[in-house]
């Protein structure tokens, strides 16, 4: 089955610096890649999302990568705000006939005013 | 419903108990997830069904742990003999037919067994 890895576990930037969150997958039939951003007891929530027959989407100050030819996928945050600040977790959807979507363990951003 | 409801928010049990958590899902979403989520983790994925059925329950630790659908839209997630082990958050989440990818989320039961 499919296994997310996610690093760093904890990301401390000052406000307006650049952010980027990195994760591996193991499945390469896994064709959709989204990113969740969870605030302190909040549910975690959709902020982007890319497939697989493309290499990159922005939206506005977050973009994200995919490479899957080394499996592997990042989030990028550009002109981080204290807002920012939240748990976010990268996942895949199984590829191989399944529809499970497995989670990265997450990284703690923290941006600092 | 405007989004995914989960009751109770928070249910306090004693270790042996049994627990029922109830997800209502987003009206028309055929494909229902259920996750675990404990301190510091990413979700961790216990169950899917599409419609009625457990299309996939791989996740599930043990069989003390049973999920229902018997309507396709309400769902029941069953904890028998409770372990301090159990406590964690848990979060079901729906999406429109399990081909889209988005997963739409409740905000969680936290449970709680002493």
């Known amino acids: 089955g499919e296994n997310v890895e996610q690093h760093p576990s904890t990301l401390s930037v000052q406000e307006g610096d650049s952010a980027v969150i990195k994760c591996t997958y193991s499945d390469s039939a896994s064709n959709y890649f989204p990113w969740y951003k969870q605030e302190l007891g909040k549910r975690p929530q959709l902020i982007i999302d890319i497939r697989s027959n493309v290499g990159e989407k922005k939206d506005q100050r977050i973009a994200v990568t995919l490479n899957k030819t080394a499996k592997h996928f990042s989030l990028h945050i550009t002109e981080t705000q204290p807002e920012d600040s939240a748990v976010y977790f990268c996942?895949?959807?199984?590829?191989?006939?399944?529809?499970?979507?497995?989670f990265g363990a997450g990284t703690r951003l923290f941006v600092k005013a | 419903g405007a989004g995914v409801s989960q009751t109770p928010s928070n249910k306090v049990t004693e270790k042996g108990k049994y627990v029922e958590l109830r997800c209502d899902p987003i009206s028309g979403h055929t494909a229902l997830y259920w996750y675990r989520q404990s301190l510091g983790q990413g979700p961790e994925f216990l169950i899917y069904f599409q419609g009625t059925g457990a299309a996939d329950d791989s996740g599930l630790p043990n069989d003390r742990f049973f999920a229902v659908r018997p309507e396709g839209s309400v769902s029941t997630l069953k904890i028998q003999r409770t372990e301090r082990g159990d406590s964690a958050v848990y979060l079901c989440?729906?999406?429109?037919?399990?081909?889209?990818?988005?997963?739409?989320f409740g905000e969680g039961s936290r449970l709680t067994v002493l």
């Open positions: 989440a729906s999406s429109a037919n399990g081909y889209t990818g988005e997963l739409f």
């Open positions: 996942a895949a959807l199984e590829g191989t006939g399944g529809f499970k979507t497995i």
